[in-house]
């Protein structure tokens, strides 16, 4: 039989099975093929109904019929195209596309401070693994997900292989917004997940706190491993690659260190300009990144500066950087900021009015983090007043946490101060190791508080605390955020505390 194009393969192969419900035919029918990578047929859908469809009833008609006009075996990967922000983004951008994608976020988004860079572009592949140094077993059980909202097929990824990747079950291809603002990188994303290693590598993705860096990484992790379950996927912060690589020396484990990293597939690394000044952490990277990419190994980076800027870094480690794609992330307009509202009141199940979504869209516009954090708030008002959200509701909550960024300077001492002094506590006290019952939510309340408000990592929120891990932070805030839907007490307390700490900052300003 001759070989065809995928397109006419898909289109042959659609004509060869029987699907009686009209809806699903007309759904499957819109189902296009992406790629071919390596036998993996990449297919976009726009309805979950047809990813089902696709993956269970049809899935043996149509590989076999797929495998019969492209004269090789093959396995399908569907993923469900994301609700649009814009019609655009209607679907997963082909591997492609990124030149004219990247032409398009310079015309669209404000310039940035990289305008400078120039992307290179190389190949590679990737693998690893890793003993959990940072996720403690209440940590792990409490990240696996219920469900897991993956992004493309093969959703039965083993939830243990996620918990070993670090990868946080919510940052996902499927909740991330893509407009203007970040539709290259997202892009660039995804074909990293796609072909890791042969589409950008490294991928160095930098811009502002809050932005989505980290849950883009996270996206890539989780779709990569829905594409190829075999590979090592690994999630680290640079302080705990930090810590890692300091624990390792202390403890004699250098090869062991130097194995586990080396053994990845996927290394995704987050805000890498924390290893900056220190020698020792910096130089085993650049050994752990030479020895990944020689191997053909994927590694992402994530920095809140380009390499040019990056302090601190000697040129050999900043060429290398550049060696593949640099792309950015700019804050998000106001319909993306609206649409990504939209999308974590639906993940939520949040019921908020557009006008709501508006309202708070329009003013919080530099920060994802805050902007989600205003709609915690909102929603657990409601929750704790049994009350419909409505404009007038949400203005009330929000007047006195929607002010100007520029007129205050919120520091994680100013919310450890103000904290302490409202529980009647020192500061001191609650970076020490007491456990008693007011000191722990005093604590958990204050860790809550300098994430939302600060631009500190979960590490160096930590390392505030009393050089606490960023496991501990990452529960506080969890904790905080559910308590706040349930217990009036902690809402008046996280609400009253805001209120302090900004007209604080303003007046220090
Ligand atoms: N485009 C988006 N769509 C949906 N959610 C987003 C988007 N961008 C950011 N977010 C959300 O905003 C929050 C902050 O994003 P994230 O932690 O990825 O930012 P970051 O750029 O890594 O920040 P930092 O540099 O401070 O670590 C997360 O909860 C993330 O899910």
């Known amino acids: 039989m001759a070989e065809y194009s995928l397109q006419d393969a898909w289109n042959r192969a659609l004509r060869e099975v029987e699907i009686e419900n009209d809806f699903v035919r007309a759904v499957i029918k819109a189902t296009r093929p992406l790629a071919n990578i390596s036998g993996t047929i990449l297919l976009a859908t726009p309805h979950e109904i047809a990813k089902k469809a696709i993956e269970n009833q049809l899935n043996q008609e149509l590989t076999a019929a797929l495998a019969k006009y492209l004269a090789h075996d093959v396995r399908l990967a569907v993923s469900v195209e994301q609700p649009p922000a814009d019609e655009e983004d209607r679907s997963p951008a082909p591997v492609t596309n990124l030149h004219e994608l990247r032409n398009d976020q310079e015309k669209s988004a404000p310039p940035s401070s990289s305008a400078e860079n120039t992307d290179v572009f190389t190949a590679a592949d990737y693998p690893f693994t890793a003993e959990d140094q940072y996720v403690n077993k209440a940590e792990q059980e409490s990240q696996i997900p219920s469900g897991p909202r993956l992004v493309v097929s093969n959703p039965e990824i083993d939830p243990t292989i996620l918990v070993e990747a670090h990868l946080n079950p919510q940052y996902t291809f499927d909740s991330f917004v893509t407009g203007a603002s970040n539709r290259f990188t997202s892009a660039a994303a995804r074909a990293v997940a796609e072909t890791p290693a042969r589409a950008y590598n490294p991928l160095f993705i930098y811009g502002g706190s809050g932005l989505g860096k980290t849950h883009l990484m996270h996206a890539i992790g989780h779709y990569a491993l829905s594409l190829y379950p075999e590979l090592k996927v690994k999630y680290v912060s640079s302080e705990a690659f930090t810590n890692d690589f300091i624990n390792s020396i202390r403890e004699d484990r250098a090869e062991q260190f130097q194995r586990r990293y080396r053994e990845i597939d996927i290394l995704l690394i987050d805000d890498i300009q924390f290893i900056q000044d220190k020698e020792q952490t910096m130089e085993e990277f650049f050994h752990t990144f030479n020895a990944l990419h020689t191997a053909n190994k994927q590694v992402v980076i994530t920095s809140d500066v380009p390499p040019k800027k990056l302090q601190g870094f000697e040129d050999r480690m900043r060429s290398r950087f550049e060696m593949g794609l640099l792309t950015d992330v700019q804050p ?11 999308k974590k009141a639906r993940l939520d199940k949040t019921e908020a009015p557009p006008e709501v979504l508006e309202y708070i869209a ?5 920060n994802i983090r805050e902007l989600e954090g205003a709609l915690i708030r909102v929603t657990a008002s409601a929750n704790l007043s049994n009350q419909e959200i409505d404009l007038h509701m949400t203005e009330m909550v929000l007047k006195d946490i929607i002010t100007d960024p520029d007129d205050e300077e919120i520091t994680p ?37 300098c994430r939302e408000l600060t631009d500190l990592s979960l590490p160096a929120i930590g390392k505030e605390f009393g050089g606490r891990d960023h496991t501990t932070v990452m529960h506080a805030n969890k904790k905080i955020r559910n308590s706040m839907t349930q217990k009036r007490q902690v809402f008046n307390q996280v609400s009253e505390l805001t209120n302090r700490i900004k007209q604080k900052a303003r007046r220090r300003y």
């Open 362 to 366: 329009s003013r919080i516009s530099t």
């Open 413 to 449: 001492s100013l919310i450890m101060l103000e904290t302490a002094d409202y529980f009647g506590t020192t500061v001191e006290a609650l970076c020490s190791a007491d456990r008693s019952r007011m000191l722990v939510d005093a604590r958990q309340i204050a860790m809550y508080l």
């Open 332 to 342: 998000p307009d106001l319909e993306t900021r609206i649409a990504i509202l939209q």
